[in-house]
């Protein structure tokens, strides 16, 4: 059976621009986004290389948002069935990266894939994972106690777990050829996003003149102002999985702008920002190896 699958994927990492760059490189004309924003196949607990079966994504009623999924390859091959062979299509699932399953699924089933993760300053990327969740009002602790709790069920404890690339990158550099490999930072997305996005747009081979729309940042964390604005979060993370597919995407854009607007960002503690360098300074060093990278800024 010769299925559609996807020519790209971004790995990660969470809470570092992954949202914002996939939806970017899906106004180009000749690139292609599902409307399901994280498939998670290659991490799915359920995963299944069945290529029959039913093809609508499972929603995991369990998770804190409640998202759908695909557990079998016919349900993950759906998402991209009948696009045109000149189209390059890709997903984005930031669970990949921290997951030690993806990476052997992936080289399995797609060797050829190519692959992208943008990273973000481990600290900082955590503090931005911790506002979130207080954004959508499943957070009520402060982050000095939200990071020395113990790992558990929850998915919270991952705020600081999800920051060591270097190790979790490691795996793929030893997995897949560097040239199916192409490690972006966030920092470089907010200072040149149409430049960085067009170099995208050449590696994955489209045409890197189209400059997208990149005024618009999406999954903002913060803290909501009002009590209108935190209700506003808590029905959007409740009714998200059911209006994604068919609401459309100026519509969401605009309520999501509307949101932002009503958040405020405070900042992360130094005290708090320099005990978490302390924990992943190693890490850090073994990152800029890997990507020959001077990262001596993350360690300050």
């Not at 052997?104 to 089933?109: C, F, Q, S, T």
């Not at 982050?143 to 404890?157: D, M, S, T, Y």
């Not at 990149?214 to 909501?224: D, F, H, L, Y």
């Amino acid at each position: 059976m010769n299925l559609r699958l996807p020519d790209f994927i971004v790995i990660g990492a969470f809470k570092s621009g992954t949202t914002s760059l996939m939806s970017y490189l899906g106004q180009h004309e000749r690139v292609f986004v599902p409307w399901l924003q994280e498939p998670n196949y290659f991490g799915s607990p359920s995963y299944d290389r069945s290529p029959v079966g039913e093809k609508r994504p499972h929603r995991v009623a369990s998770t804190v948002y409640g998202r759908f999924r695909t557990d079998t390859l016919a349900q993950y091959a759906a998402l991209f069935e009948g696009l045109p062979t000149d189209v390059i299509a890709g997903e984005s699932s930031p669970q990949y990266l921290r997951d030690t399953s993806a990476c052997p699924r992936i080289r399995e089933m797609l060797p050829d894939v190519k692959l992208m993760a943008i990273l973000r300053h481990p600290a900082e990327r955590a503090f931005s994972d911790y506002t979130m969740f207080v954004r959508d009002g499943l957070e009520h602790d402060n982050f000095a106690a939200a990071i020395q709790r113990r790992p558990g069920n929850e998915p919270f404890h991952h705020y600081v777990e999800t920051g060591f690339y270097g190790r979790q990158l490691r795996t793929y550099c030893e997995t897949f050829p560097a040239n199916q490999l192409r490690v972006m930072l966030f920092e470089d997305l907010l200072s040149d996003p149409v430049g960085l996005v067009g170099s995208c747009f050449e590696w994955l081979g489209v045409s890197p003149e189209f400059h997208p729309d990149v005024t618009s940042i999406r999954n903002v964390s913060g803290v909501p102002r009002t009590k209108a604005v935190a209700l506003g979060y808590r029905m959007r993370r409740q009714l998200q999985p059911y209006l994604k597919r068919v609401v459309p995407q100026g519509v969401q854009r605009s309520v999501d702008s509307w949101l932002i607007r009503g958040l405020d960002k405070p900042e992360l503690d130094p005290a708090l920002r320099a005990q978490l360098i302390d924990v992943y300074a190693d890490d850090i060093k073994l990152l800029g190896e890997l990507i020959n990278r001077d990262l001596r800024h993350w360690l300050r």
